[in-house]
């Protein structure tokens, strides 16, 4: 197992998830992780429109992913943690690293934001 092997695997999650296969990204997933599958699911900003894969390196234990994820609902850095079962590399964690909502609709150029006049130092 290697830093090519855990990328590829990585980016084979990432298509599978884009795609709105999540049968076949959990096959990259441990018994633990498919057998709570939901919430990894939850996690997730479906549909997604966009996904890759970010920095991987190797740890004491293992090796560490990060998978961006752009979905209608927003991005989400995914950190994922691969470990070797049975000569495969094998997602064994998946937590938030960092998430970003879809932005909010911008207000009306001439409508001063909530909470200011529009006058002062910079105003009319």
Known sequence: ????TIREHAQAVCDSLSAGD???ASKHMSRELQANLG???AMLPLPLTDSSVGDVEMTKTGYRATL????EGGALTLETRWK???GQAVMVEASHLAEVE???PTQEADTPPQGTSGEGPLGP
């Open 102 to 104: 879809a932005s909010a």
């Open 1 to 4: 197992m290697d830093e090519q």
């Open 22 to 24: 999540i049968g076949a």
């Open 84 to 86: 070797e079962r049975d």
């Open 68 to 71: 961006e994820l752009t979905g």
């Open 39 to 41: 919430q990894v699911v």
